[in-house]
């Protein structure tokens, strides 16, 4: 009985000790992951500041919702007209 709960509290340590290697090994590849994902950023923005890059990406994104109205309204003007002319 003895023999069989020490060997129970063992194996749980063990169990334990390589949880946390595990964890540890996996936190070392995360970490080195997001490193070569900042390289890229960088490379990227050509040594351009975080703020910059956002503001870029603020106005590209803006200018195609723009654009999308526009295109949008001059369809349905295009198609107003196109009635018009049928009437």
Known sequence: KERRKRRKREKEKR????K???EEREGKRRRKREKEKEKKEKEKGEGKGRRKREKEKRRKREKEKREEKEGKERRKREGKAETDSMH
């Open 15 to 18: 169990r334990k000790r390589e």
């Open 20 to 22: 946390e290697k595990r």
